[in-house]
């Protein structure tokens, strides 16, 4: 048997909408259970990093991982590189 046949209401409630971003995804299925309780429990989102990543605190930063795994642009290599090539100063 489906799930839907259990709980249409709660299966309709976890349609998210189109524009939802990767990033808000776990705020969406905290405010579903609010209306709609449930044992869905949000795992983790999938983890690229580097050291370079950690080195300037982008590891586990909601804004970076919804621009990384939205847009597929990612803090990798070349990235640095990029960095590296440009002579990058430090802000102040």
């Known amino acids: 048997m489906q799930i839907s046949s259990f709980k249409p209401a709660l299966r309709a409630a976890l349609q998210a909408p189109d524009q939802t971003l990767v990033g808000q995804h776990r705020d969406f299925i905290e405010a579903v259970r609010r ?5 869905i429990c949000f795992v983790c989102l999938p983890r690229l990093s580097t050291c370079g990543m950690y080195a ?5 930063k909601d804004r970076y991982n919804t621009i990384a795994y939205d847009y597929d642009i990612y803090a990798g290599p070349d990235f640095f590189y990029w960095l590296l ?4 100063e430090p802000l102040q």
């Open 85 to 88: 090539e440009a002579r990058q």
């Open 56 to 60: 300037f605190g982008l590891t586990g």
């Open 35 to 39: 209306e709609h309780p449930h044992d």
